[in-house]
């Protein structure tokens, strides 16, 4: 029977909710919430309701959701395995007088379809040869992708003698991701026990160590077995795992350590994980058609958000919205050749009226990455899509209120805070339980947090404005037939190599031992002499902007939309670069001279 997952992420916890739909798939969200107790279900409709008499819950005709009074549930569930049906279904509601902003129909991400690679090494009987890891990341998107550079760490230490689990709250971003054997929704794992895990980390900031088994971590790594055990000392000694206030002491003990958000996972430098670790992030290539769909493809255009998460629309992370009127009203008076464009999936905090495009809650979320990918900048809250942006190589225009810079800001961000309150320079972030409900230490009646209420837009305005006039002109390049001569004339001692996947390795390999660095960037590790192997999607490098002398790969005429990936080849490639592509025939080469205009 295949596996149906209660969409989580889409309906607030504690909710009256009703399920249209009494067969396999409302049964199993039934029994997931009686399990979770995460909403309430105050009946299920379905056309067969006098069949149903064993269903766990009051089952009644479609029509009788007319005698139910709309305020007293916030979302009708259509549990029905058809997204064609499901369609009609919603039609009917409407019909019945069901308001269409509370009804969520079936779609795909309903479906428990864990990621598996057949060359990943998944479970077999012989426990002894692998070690299973279950990370379960019980925060938002932001700690979801901060967690996913741990489970890479993980990987490279073990590479196939480690299977890895994760459970998020956003699944569907992570099915992909090289490196990780199965991807659950977070919620199934409160749903099973862990016998079949020999470590199970659960948390987001704060990691409890539900399950270690530390002889065999110690058999498998020495450095896993030290990690796990600075881990127990520090609940022994530093934190209280049953304390409420357990973040707060650790942010406490981040900052007198000086270490940021990533490298909370890492306090003392017992793994090979700091605040350069490179990031990964997939890019589904098939959603590039909405940059064309939108009229952006090619386009400068900025994006922004003005929500946080769609599920704490009160947030104290947000920005007035009056505020992001301002700001784009100034912005499309100084540079009205830039379109904005407002992304996101939730549009509670209202319209911004001066924006060129609202694309909230229009896209799916592959789209959305897109749009973020490619805009000149972003700009948000401290939240989720800021962190999205970071790991999609872009820069962002970060407003911070009650988390601190010193913990979330990235360095090649525009990170902005008032400083009207000095004494809240640090944040206050976990220091009651209510931070995050929009419940300002400063005045609890007050709709937004003082530090963000007092961080006025002409002063985010000038920021912006400072990064905008200095942005380069369009990068182009130059082309010429390369010879094998040629080639080797490249490759000198100081040269930063990049190849992007393995084809005609035999050609560049050898000269990994002849220069500084070099750096293969593939979706498996490979082992060559000379060489760092790291994941990497052609579409998004994990590298810096202007990183590598010479930028290599065989493979761009077999891309679908190999523009984005030669654009995102001269984005890693140095002032005057090289890139080195195949040719027209599978003897030739190409030599692509980076040229990067002047401003003058």
């Known amino acids: 029977m295949r596996k149906f997952l209660f969409p989580y992420e889409s309906i607030k916890k504690d909710s009256n909710i009703i399920i249209y739909g009494a067969g396999d798939v409302g049964k199993q969200f039934i029994v997931s919430l009686a399990k979770t107790q995460y909403c309430n279900v105050l009946c299920v409709l379905d056309k067969n309701y006098e069949e149903k008499t064993a269903f766990p819950v009051k089952v009644l005709p479609p029509e009788k959701i007319i005698d139910i009074d709309e305020n007293n549930y916030s979302i009708v569930l259509i549990a029905i395995n058809s997204i064609e049906m499901s369609k009609k279904i919603e039609q009917y509601l409407i019909e019945l007088g069901v308001s269409e902003n509370k009804i969520l129909s079936f779609d795909n991400s309903f479906v428990s379809l864990p990621f598996m690679k057949q060359e990943n090494i998944l479970y077999t009987d012989d426990r002894d040869k692998l070690f299973r890891l279950a990370i379960v990341s019980i925060g938002g998107l932001g700690d979801d992708l901060i967690s996913s550079v741990l489970l890479k760490v993980f990987r490279k230490i073990l590479i196939e003698r480690i299977v890895i689990d994760f459970y998020c709250t956003t699944p569907k971003l992570f099915y992909t991701m090289p490196f990780i054997n199965n991807v659950y929704n ?334 293969v960037y593939e979706d498996k590790l490979c082992s060559y002499d000379g060489v760092t192997s790291e994941y990497g999607n052609i579409y998004n490098i994990p590298a810096n902007d202007e990183q590598f002398d010479i930028v290599v790969n065989f493979t761009l005429a077999q891309e679908e939309n190999s523009h984005y990936a030669l654009r995102e080849m001269l984005r890693v490639t140095k002032p005057d670069g090289a890139i080195v592509i195949n040719g027209d025939n599978e003897n030739s080469l190409k030599l692509l001279k980076k040229e990067v205009p002047s401003n003058e």
């Open 186 to 519: 977070e919620k199934e794992y409160f749903e099973y026990n862990n016998s079949k895990y020999d470590a199970v980390m659960v948390g987001g900031n704060f990691w409890q160590l539900e399950k270690i088994n530390l002889t065999k971590a110690k058999r498998f790594s020495q450095l896993l077995y030290d990690y796990f055990s600075d881990m127990i000392w520090h609940y022994n000694n530093v934190f209280n795992i049953e304390d409420s206030a357990a973040n707060s002491k650790l942010l406490q003990y981040c900052h007198i350590l000086g270490k940021d958000r990533w490298e909370q996972h890492n306090m003392h430098n017992i793994l090979p994980l700091n605040k350069f670790t490179k990031p990964y992030m997939d890019i589904n290539p098939k959603s590039f058609k909405i940059l064309s769909n939108t009229e952006l493809e090619n386009k400068q255009y900025i994006t922004l958000c003005n929500s946080v998460h769609r599920l704490h629309p009160n947030s104290s992370k947000l920005w007035p919205n009056e505020y992001f009127n301002v700001l784009v009203k100034m912005l499309k008076q100084y540079y009205p050749n830039i379109i904005v464009v407002c992304i996101g999936d939730s549009t509670e905090q209202g319209a911004i009226n001066y924006a060129d495009m609202d694309l909230r809650g229009k896209t799916t979320f592959d789209e959305m990455v897109i749009l973020l990918k490619y805009s000149i900048l972003h700009i948000g809250c401290e939240g989720g899509l800021i962190h999205l942006k970071k790991f999609l190589n872009g820069k962002s225009v970060c407003l911070f209120g009650p988390t601190s810079i010193k913990t979330y800001g990235y360095d090649e961000n525009i990170n902005i805070r008032s400083n009207s309150f000095p004494n809240c320079e640090n944040g206050c972030e976990w220091i009651t339980k209510m931070w995050l409900a929009g419940i300002c230490l400063l005045d609890y009646k007050s709709k937004y947090a003082k530090c963000m209420e007092s961080l006025n837009p002409e002063y985010v305005y000038a920021r912006i404005s400072e990064y905008i006039s200095c942005l380069q002109l369009q990068t182009t390049f130059s082309e010429k037939i390369l010879n094998i001569v040629e080639l080797s004339d490249l490759f000198t001692p100081n040269s930063e190599v990049a190849l992007i996947k393995l084809a005609g390795e035999d050609t560049i390999l050898q000269y990994a031992s002849k220069v500084k660095n070099f750096i």
